[in-house]
């Protein structure tokens, strides 16, 4: 497994960091299984959120109970639950009631690595900043973040803690695949690059799309997010398959097909090393929900793309967007 540097801080984490969204499973056991491969084959970033109503953050403390100090934690904030106005949003109430409900879920003292999981236009950067540097401060949290903020909306933030002394993001969680570069490439990157940001990048798959399992004209697999059974996982979501497999997206697939095919490695494998081969991405999330998921993602953790297998899958999901699969 290789370890790649956090951003600018001293903190090194694996290349590939496990996402326990569980869209297609349930069974606790069986996640809690999922957590414990993940580890066993060198992983010790792992990221976590509200999903499920809060089960997720449940099953990834049960899981990491006895092996914390072995795992980087990374969990986000945008609401907390219960009812009332103040339940949703970035202001200073909500997310100092968020961390602490955090942390009792994940039976932790700290949280590693505290995301913002969605801008909140309703309040001022600079509240949200200083209750999350009172969080450094208070030892609940270790380092800060966002996720699917604009560009200039980090660069304001960057600003705002530069100007007032506060702790300041090192890391940004965005999508990031063959089949959406227009999110993260033209700006996002280059601002990474430049300020030194680790990039998070989920849905390195497109919740499966790019797996090899799902072909134009054909029927999805079924229990998974893309079949038209009902929803189900801790985090169910239906999505529109046919509206999806586009053209575009079926040439893509077979390139990864033939890639693989002379490298002997899952679709999904080349997948995963397409984004590995860029500098500026710290880990792409891997939302695995069986083992063999685990075993098949974590198998391109140490394998690099050939330069004319780049540039073929560099042509074949040349930008176009937006289309984001979440």
């Not at 992983?43 to 089960?55: E, S």
């Not at 509206?243 to 079926?250: G, I, L, P, S």
Request: hydrophobic fraction near 35%; charged fraction near 30%.
């Amino acid at each position: 497994m290789e370890y790649r540097r956090l951003g600018k801080t001293g903190v090194k984490v694996s290349s590939i960091c496990l996402g326990t969204a569980f869209r297609a499973q349930d069974d606790e056991a069986t996640c809690i299984r999922v957590i414990d491969r993940a580890i066993d084959l060198g992983c010790d970033f792992i990221d976590t959120a509200l999903y499920g109503a809060g089960r997720s953050e449940e099953i990834v403390g049960r899981a990491i109970k006895d092996k914390r100090d072995e795992v980087f934690l990374c969990t986000k904030v945008s609401s907390s639950l219960g009812k009332g106005t103040n339940r949703k949003g970035l202001s200073r109430l909500n997310l100092m009631r968020a961390v602490e409900d955090s942390l009792q879920r994940l039976q932790t003292e700290h949280i590693d690595l505290y995301l913002l999981h969605s801008f909140d236009p309703q309040t001022p950067l600079e509240e949200t900043l200083r209750g999350l540097d009172d969080m450094v401060h208070q030892g609940k949290v270790r380092y800060i973040g966002c996720s699917n903020f604009r560009s200039w909306k980090i660069v304001e933030s960057l600003w705002v803690s530069d100007r007032r002394n506060l702790m300041s993001f090192v890391c940004i969680q965005n999508q990031y695949n063959l089949l959406n570069r227009w999110e993260l490439e033209p700006d996002l990157m280059p601002l990474c690059r430049e300020q030194g940001l680790g990039i998070m990048a989920y849905s390195p798959l497109a919740i499966g799309l790019l797996s090899g399992h799902y072909r134009r004209g054909q029927e999805p697999p079924k229990g998974t997010p893309w079949s038209k059974t009902e929803g189900h996982g801790l985090s169910a979501h239906k999505y529109d398959f046919e509206e999806a497999m586009t053209e575009r997206v079926d040439r893509i697939v077979q390139t990864l097909i033939d890639i693989g095919q002379e490298h002997d490695k899952t679709p999904a494998q080349v997948a995963i090393a397409w984004i590995l081969d860029r500098p500026e991405v710290t880990a792409p999330i891997l939302g695995a929900d069986s083992l063999a998921h685990v075993d098949d993602a974590f198998g391109a953790a140490d394998w690099r793309l050939m330069p004319e297998d780049r540039k073929a899958l560099d042509e074949v999901s040349e930008q176009v967007g937006p289309r984001i699969y979440a």
